[in-house]
C-alpha cells in the first residue's frame, strides 16, 4: 500500500526530528510531508533535514488550514495523520495500519480506548473533550470514544474527496463527521498519548471549544440537507 504522512507542526523544533526519526523506524513511508507555516524556529529545517518534504506556508493560519496543504499535496493511497509535538507515538501505526480493509474509510486512534500517559491531557481538556464527543456521537447516531483524536489513518481518495473547511483545531471534527456520513466505515482503536516532548500548544480552550462545537453542528446540518435532496 503506498502511505503517506502529513503532519503539521508549528514551532516543533524541540520535536519533530524525534518524531520523523521514530516514524522511519515504523513505517516506510511512500512521502512524509511536514506542513510549517509561519513557526519562528527551526522547524522546517530540521524536518528538512531529517528528509520529510517540507512545506512552508505563511502566514500562519493554524492546524487545520496546514493539514488541508498537506492532504492536497499528498498521493498517498492511506494517509496517517498525527502530531509533530511527539505526543503520538507512531509505535502504534502498525495497529492503525491492521485496519485499512476495503470497507474502511477510517482509523480513529482513540486515547480513551488507550493509554493517556500522566501530563497528556489536562482535566478540563479531557472532560471538554469527552462532552464534544458524547454529542458527535448523539448527532451522527453512532458511538465513537474519542472526537478530537489527531492520530488517525484515513483513505487518501476520501481525504482528498473532502471539501473541508478547517482552518484550526475544528479540522478534527470535521474529518470525521465528514468519514461518518460517507459510505466507508469509521473504526477505533486504542493508542497511547504521551506528554508533549517540549513546545507548547496553540489550542485556546474557549475559542478552539467554540469553533469545534459550530463546526459538529454544521455538519450534522449539512448532512440532513443532502440527505432530503438526495
Ligand atoms: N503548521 C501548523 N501546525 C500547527 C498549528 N497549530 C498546531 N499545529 C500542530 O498541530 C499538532 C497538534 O497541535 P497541539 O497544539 O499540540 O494540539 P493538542 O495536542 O491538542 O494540544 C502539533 O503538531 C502542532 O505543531 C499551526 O498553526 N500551524
Ligand atoms: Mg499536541
Not at 507542526?9 to 509561519?38: F, K
Not at 505563511?58 to 509533530?84: C, H, V, Y
Request: charged share 25%; aromatic share 4%; net charge negative.
Amino acid at each position: 500500500m503506498k502511505l503517506s504522512v502529513v503532519l503539521a507542526a508549528h514551532n516543533e523544533a524541540e520535536s519533530i526530528e524525534a518524531v520523523l526519526t521514530s516514524l522511519a523506524e515504523v513505517v516506510d513511508a511512500a512521502e512524509v510531508i511536514v506542513v510549517d507555516d509561519g513557526s519562528s524556529d527551526l522547524t522546517a529545517d530540521l524536518a528538512e533535514r531529517a528528509g520529510a518534504t517540507v512545506l512552508r506556508c505563511t502566514p500562519n493560519r493554524g492546524k487545520g488550514a496546514a493539514m488541508r496543504e498537506g492532504i492536497a499535496a499528498s498521493r498517498g493511497e492511506w494517509l496517517i495523520f498525527l502530531d509533530a509535538d511527539g505526543q503520538d507515538d507512531p509505535h502504534d501505526i502498525p495497529r492503525l495500519l491492521a485496519e485499512a480493509g476495503d470497507e474502511v474509510g477510517l482509523v480513529n486512534g482513540s486515547r480513551f480506548l488507550g493509554t493517556l500517559l500522566p501530563g497528556s491531557i489536562h482535566p478540563l481538556n479531557r472532560v471538554a473533550n469527552q462532552a464534544l464527543t458524547a454529542l458527535l456521537s448523539l448527532l451522527f447516531g453512532r458511538r465513537i470514544t474519542d472526537s478530537q483524536a489527531g492520530f488517525r489513518l484515513i483513505r487518501g481518495d476520501l481525504a482528498r474527496s473532502m471539501a473541508l473547511r478547517s482552518d484550526e483545531y475544528e479540522f478534527e471534527t470535521e474529518v470525521l463527521a465528514k468519514a461518518l456520513c460517507s459510505e466507508l466505515a469509521v473504526v477505533e482503536v486504542p493508542v497511547t498519548r504521551h506528554p508533549r516532548s517540549g513546545g507548547r500548544t496553540d489550542f485556546r480552550r474557549i475559542h478552539n471549544g467554540l469553533r469545534i462545537l459550530r463546526t459538529m453542528l454544521r455538519e450534522r446540518a449539512m448532512a440532513s440537507l443532502s440527505s432530503t435532496r438526495s
